[in-house]
């Protein structure tokens, strides 16, 4: 992957410190993600997609929406990171509707048919060969795709736009 100067840029591992401090970093509630608006079909699936920085850092995210137009037990639900050094997505939390089997491969873990959350790890990201977010765990948190989206808001920072105002944060009012 290169950068503006044609170099070869590697994807930076993210540590398992760096991975939770941006899962957890105070994050603006994007406009439409709830309620959820309408979505846009591709192919057998719709989708909609919610990109923003944060006003304090700078880092930029992405709420990708993914649900099947088939089955309604097979939706993802994912908070993303755009490292400024890759045109990548990096997933820190993925939430999983109940379609298909799941295993923890490093862990040897047991195979599991349920809603489950991924999470990014540093172990996935080191062995290489894996997804970042390849780890998950199972949950009875929700069973719905707005369940889910409301877990995501709830675990990973979002604040209502009041609390990211620049008259709560003590930022210069543009």
Same mark, same amino acid.
């Given at each position: 992957?290169?950068? &503006?100067?044609?170099?070869?840029?590697?994807?930076?591992?993210?540590?398992? &410190?760096?991975?939770?401090?941006?899962?957890?970093?105070?994050?603006?509630?994007?406009?439409?993600?709830?309620?959820?608006?309408?979505?846009?079909?591709?192919?057998?699936?719709?989708?909609?997609?919610?990109?923003?920085?944060?006003?304090?850092?700078?880092?930029?995210?992405?709420?990708?929406?993914?649900?099947?137009?088939?089955?309604?037990?097979?939706?993802?639900?994912?908070?993303?990171?755009?490292?400024?050094?890759?045109?990548?997505?990096?997933?820190?939390?993925?939430?999983?509707?109940?379609?298909?089997?799941?295993?923890?491969?490093?862990?040897?873990?047991?195979?599991?048919?349920? =809603?489950?959350?991924?999470?990014?790890?540093?172990?996935?990201?080191?062995?290489?060969? =894996?997804?970042?977010?390849?780890?998950?765990?199972?949950?009875?948190?929700?069973?719905?795709?707005?369940?889910?989206?409301?877990?995501?808001?709830?675990?990973?920072?979002?604040?209502?736009?009041?609390?990211?105002?620049?008259?709560?944060?003590?930022?210069?009012?543009?």
């Amino acid at each position: 992957m290169g950068n &503006e100067e044609g170099e070869w840029v590697d994807m930076q591992i993210l540590s398992d &410190e760096q991975i939770r401090a941006l899962i957890e970093e105070p994050k603006p509630m994007p406009s439409g993600l709830e309620p959820l608006g309408a979505m846009s079909k591709r192919s057998q699936h719709y989708r909609k997609d919610f990109s923003f920085v944060c006003p304090t850092s700078g880092n930029e995210f992405i709420v990708i929406i993914r649900k099947s137009a088939i089955n309604m037990l097979d939706f993802s639900v994912i908070l993303g990171y755009k490292p400024s050094y890759i045109h990548e997505v990096f997933r820190l939390r993925r939430y999983n509707g109940k379609s298909h089997h799941h295993s923890n491969v490093l862990e040897r873990g047991p195979r599991f048919y349920d =809603f489950h959350i991924h999470t990014a790890t540093e172990r996935y990201q080191r062995q290489g060969g =894996f997804e970042e977010d390849a780890f998950a765990e199972p949950t009875i948190r929700y069973q719905t795709i707005e369940r889910a989206i409301q877990c995501l808001l709830d675990d990973c920072g979002f604040r209502p736009q009041i609390d990211t105002s620049p008259l709560f944060t003590n930022q210069p009012i543009p």
